[in-house]
Nanobody, 115 residues
Framework: QVQLVESGGGLVQAGGSLRLSCAASGSIFSINAMGWYRQAPGKQRELVAFITRAGSRNYADSVKGRFTIPRDNAKNTVYLQMNSLKPEDTAVYYC?????????WGQGTQVPVSS
């Protein structure tokens, strides 16, 4: 069993920055990909960014140039650094990790961006 604890969400003004954290614990032998998804009100959940164990990163077009996804393998932690936030970034953000072929999800953290 893998547990994910997210932190760092909260209200932010447009143009501001926020950093989300996701720490994984439990039966972890090797975490492969770690990533962030988000779900805005009335919309489907979408991929924001992910990073592989080797450090390869992939970003949604809507966040390229504004968000980065650092990862600390020693701490089994992934971050989402969000800069130049826009009202359309408002969503619940979920951390997800892939361990031995299985996907695990965090509980979600709200990020409202005011205009």
């Amino acid at each position: 069993q893998v547990q994910l604890v997210e932190s760092g969400g909260g209200l932010v003004q447009a143009g501001g920055s926020l950093r989300l954290s996701c720490a994984a614990s439990g039966s972890i032998f090797s975490i492969n990909a770690m990533g962030w998804y988000r779900q805005a009100p009335g919309k489907q959940r979408e991929l924001v960014a992910f990073i592989t164990r080797a450090g390869s990163r992939n970003y949604a077009d809507s966040v390229k140039g504004r968000f980065t996804i650092p990862r600390d393998n020693a701490k089994n932690t992934v971050y989402l650094q969000m800069n130049s936030l826009k009202p359309e970034d408002t969503a619940v953000y979920y951390c997800a990790v892939e361990v031995s072929g299985l996907d695990y999800w965090g509980q979600g953290t709200q990020v409202p961006v005011s205009s």
